[in-house]
């Protein structure tokens, strides 16, 4: 957990029982919204991804993927 969250869920504490209610409700809002963006653009990618992975396995069989030198 970064020092943010852990310092915003500290100072969370401190609320009545019913803020902490309503902050949980908007903190689970949030969440799922964000997961929900996510699916979205990972959806959106996959073509692009696919073109990528189709032209980086021309390049190989074509033979112009050179072996990275990790010691250089």
């Known amino acids: 957990m970064t020092q943010a969250l852990s310092a915003a869920i500290a100072t969370a504490f401190k609320l009545p029982r019913e803020e902490q209610d309503v902050l949980a409700s908007i903190l689970w809002e949030e969440i ?10 990972v959806a959106g990618s996959q073509s692009v991804l ?8 021309r390049d190989f069989d074509g033979g112009r993927i050179e072996p990275l030198d990790e010691h250089e």
């Open 32 to 41: 799922a919204s964000a997961e929900e963006c996510w699916r979205d653009r």
């Open 50 to 57: 696919e073109i990528l992975a189709a032209e980086a396995i």
